[in-house]
Every structure is written in structure tokens, then in C-alpha cells.
């Protein structure tokens, strides 16, 4: 660490870090090392992930829960050990709780689908309406726009303050003795906004509402206890979290899922089938169609493994330390303008901005001439762009493994793309 960070606490042991991370010693662009900022679209891998996915294949790949062979049962005993894992990171209840989905937004599909076809009193129809917020991601927007339309429900939802605070003066409003269900992002992908759950939970259980929440950008980066939010649906997707792609989870309350219907319909969420009529399996299998995804399962149980062996408290305490040193850098860039909160408080460890006049995406290409790893565009979140007026941003975004040397790196970056573009 160099003397311009010596005031930064609670950092983690980057350096032994990132020996886990093979791709972080790449070099890109004759020889530059790589600089990933990029966590909040995808993490990069550890060792310990791609050897569990690779010693799933090599040795136990096999489908699961039918074969009374060996290497089945032992593809059976990886895939519902992996659920047993992610049940204690999250701690829930019940490991029936927890549904494997292949990403987030399949979780948020689940839920909008299970409501739309529910019978009463969970049922969401042209009598009923669903709130939402601005500042959602568009997989959090879509299926509930895609319930309305085919429901006749109402959609409704919070505004953004200035500063990328969720306005919420109007709560009695937008959450209403109507709303069947209330669904939102805990930290915000774009803004980095930390949203304040309990004030929002309060007032849906004033009213009878389900809550649903979107923990994508959460679960990689703080303690996520299910039971502390007091939601009825929790959602969040492996490959954000050192985890493989094509494996989410979604977590709800045991009786909600012993009472709503099922979304896909064939293998293994069958108990007994006739040409006449089905019956369905318990949860979880109840909501797990066809060939799972195993081998991310077990993937993302590793990826569990690695985290809490580190500790999220840890992991949480290194973020805030590094995005409030990004914060305060970013800021002594000229022309530069952070979209969301402007201090590290209540904010999770992904910055965007914009840079003067320069469009974000020349932003990007200039920085990965520099072997700088950054994320343009709206961020699949184009109504905040819309908000604040606003083409686009430039997006930097830290986990465990990022270090202030990057930071610093990021900064003289954009310092050579003012001066590119001067």
C-alpha cells in the first residue's frame, strides 16, 4: 500500500486475493495489466470454482435424483449439498426455500407468473395493483409491465430524488390497501443506491402486500439474511457473486411456495402425471422443470464456500473502504458528475458517471486502451438515465478483490481520455 492510501482501514489481503483469480493476471493491449472493474455485471472466477466445476465433470457428471447409480448419487448429493450451502449464506428457514433458477431475472419471471396465475388471496388482476421503483433494473420492471398488460393491474412506482435516493414521500400512495405486491431493488446496479427496506417492507405489511427483492447487486457484497428483511421472495444470480453464469436462486417464504402454482411444467416437478391431470412435488422441485443446472450449482456452492470463508462482514468493510476512496478520487476529476449518492453511506460498490461532454462509450474505449475494464451504457436500467437526463454512464464497479491502486489507476485514465478528447 503507498503512503496516499495509508488512511484507508479495513481493507482485505488483496495481494493473496487476487492469486485466486486467474484471469486478474491477464494482460491486454501489448502488455497492459488488466484492471477489471466490472464486478457489478459479472465477478471474475476464483480457482477454487472453476477446480469444483471441473471436478463435477471429470468425476461426477451425471443427472440428478433418478439414477440409484453411483456417480448419480453423488451428482444428487453435490447438486442438494450446493442448496444446503446457499440456505446457511442466506439463512433461511428451510433449504425447500431455496429454487434454483438459472439467473435473477428468471427468479423475478417466477414470482411475477406464480401471482398472475394464483388463485386468491394471492392472485394479482384488474382489480389489484403492483409497485415498483425508477430505479430498477429492466429485469425487475419487465415481468411486472408483462403482468399488467396480461392482468389489467395497475403498475405503479417510486420516483428518484437529485441525489439517487429513492423518493418515498408519497409511500401511502404508491403502496396502497390495492397493492398484492411490492417489488424492489436493495441496491441499485446503476446508482449504487442502498435502499431503506424496512420503512418500504412496514408499509407493505400495513396494507397485505408480498415483497419481493431483488438482492443481485446485495449478495455479492454484504450479509444477506432473508429472514432479517422480512420479504416474502428474495432474488439474486450466481456469476455477480465468483459464482458460474446460468444459475440464480430464488428464495420464498415455505408457504407461499406450498401454496402458489407453479411456472414451467415437466420432469422432476411432477408427483404423479395421467393424460388427464398432474400433481405437483413439494417445493423446491415444485418450481424446477427439466435437467437443472448442476454443475452451477455446485459452482456457486463453492463460490459460497470461498466467500464465507473471507467473510462477508470482511468482504462489506473492504468495499466500503474502496468505494469511498473512489468516491472521493472520482471527484477531483474535472467535469466529472457521479449519477447517485455522492458519499460512500448507504451505497453499495458501484459508481457511474459522466465525463464533461464525452459519450460514455468513447469514455470506455479510450480506458480499455489503458487495459481498464469498465461497463457503458444504461446498464439495463434506462429509466434512471431517463431521469437525470442522460444519454448513458461510464460504470466502475469493486468487490473483494479490488485494490486503491486501481482506483488510482481509473482516475489517470480518465485523465488521458479528457486529454484525448480535449
Known sequence: MTSAHQGLTGLLDTEAIRKDFPLLDRTVH???KIVYLDSAATSQKPRQVLDALNAYYERHNANVHRGVYTVAEEATALYEGARDKIAAFINAPSRNEVIFTKNASESLNLVANMLGWAEEPYRVDHETEIAITEMEHHSNIVPWQLLSQRTGA?????GLTDDGRLDL??????ITEKT?????TLVSNLLGTQNPVETI????????ALVCIDASQAAPHQVLDVQALQADFVAFTGHKMCGPTGIGVLWGRQELLEDLPPFLGGGEMIETVSMHSSTYAPAPHKFEAGTPP???AVGLGAAVDYLSAIGMENIARHEHAITEYAVRRLQEVPDLRIIGPTTAEDRGAAISFTLGDIHPHDVGQVLD???IAVRVGHHCARPVCLRYGIPATTRASFYLYSTPAEVDALVEG???VRNFFA
Not at 154 to 158: D, E, M, N, V, Y
Not at 169 to 174: A, G, L, P, R, T
Not at 180 to 184: D, G, L
Open 30 to 32: 501489448d502488455g497492459k
Open 154 to 158: 395497475k403498475l405503479k412506482w417510486f
Open 169 to 174: 414521500s408519497n409511500i401511502e400512495e404508491v
Open 180 to 184: 398484492k405486491i411490492v417489488s424492489f
Open 201 to 208: 417492507v412496514r408499509r407493505a405489511q400495513e396494507v397485505g
Open 294 to 296: 448442476i454443475a452451477q
Open 369 to 371: 486502451e489503458q487495459g
Open 414 to 416: 480518465l485523465e488521458h
